[in-house]
């Protein structure tokens, strides 16, 4: 799989590298394993070289709530080891998953002795805080429907699966998870699936979205 360009690990130069590589141990996780759990004490970054990792939190009641898929190239459990926090979210791998990992210790004596792996971080956390910000801007207003469209616009964008026949979105989510991420009911997110069905916006299948109207879909979004 190729590493993004824009991850922590594209961001970084050769010897950065070769610095996490020599600290770390190399691990893999098959489809389901468990990276850690929220409210976990573990101490390591995990930094993924292939494969897909679901981040899962939890609401008041209990229900889990998919808020990012990370891919090859991503760091992840990074602020829990450098403030000495429990773990703020469970980790899961969705696919076949191989990363590295170090002990906390370890990471936070590298950012403070090389700065350009700290560049690399911070660039990170302000890609992600502008993650978030958008992901509230779209889905926190507007119709249950929208929000919908705006979620498959995101993740139709990220997608590394094109064809001639559209964007297949596959991210492993149950279609409760994805209507948690999205702040609707599974009804409400049924419903909204099937009004592009109808409009041939797009085709779903067990496991896949496939969108072959993007542009259409991003109309509907706003």
Same mark, same amino acid.
């Given at each position: ?5 824009? %991850? ?13 590589? =020599? ?5 893999? $996780? ?7 759990? +929220? ?15 679901? =981040?899962? %939190? ?5 229900? +889990? ?8 190239? !991503? ?7 450098? $403030? ?10 969705? !696919? ?6 170090? *002990? ?16 690399? *971080?911070?660039? =990170? =956390? ?12 779209? $889905? ?19 997608? +590394? ?27 409400? $997110? ?5 009004? *592009? ?26």
């Amino acid at each position: 799989m190729e590493i993004g360009q824009d %991850s922590f690990w594209g961001r970084l130069a050769p010897a950065e590298r070769e610095a996490l590589e =020599v600290t770390s141990a190399r691990r893999r $996780y098959a489809a389901g394993d468990y990276l850690c759990h +929220e409210g976990d004490q573990s101490k390591h970054v995990i930094v993924v070289l292939s494969g897909h990792v679901q =981040v899962i %939190s939890h609401t008041t009641d209990d229900r +889990e709530v998919v808020i990012a898929v990370r891919s090859a190239g !991503d760091i992840v459990g990074e602020m829990a080891a450098l $403030y000495d926090q429990p773990r703020s979210a469970t980790l899961q791998a969705l !696919d076949q998953v191989e990363a590295i990992t170090l *002990l906390s210790d370890r990471f936070t004596h590298l950012c403070q002795t090389r700065a350009k792996l700290t560049w690399a *971080l911070l660039g =990170v =956390v302000h890609a992600r805080f502008g993650e978030l910000n958008r992901q509230r801007a779209e $889905y926190g207003g507007g119709s249950a429907s929208r929000r919908v469209f705006a979620q498959l616009v995101q993740m139709a964008v990220q997608s +590394e699966d094109r064809n001639g026949t559209g964007i297949v979105i596959k991210s492993g989510w149950t279609q409760q998870q994805l209507a948690d991420n999205a702040a609707t009911s599974r009804e409400s $997110y049924a419903r909204a699936l099937r009004s *592009l069905r109808e409009r041939g916006i797009i085709s779903t299948g067990r496991g896949w979205i496939r969108v072959h109207k993007l542009d259409e879909l991003r109309r509907l979004a706003h």
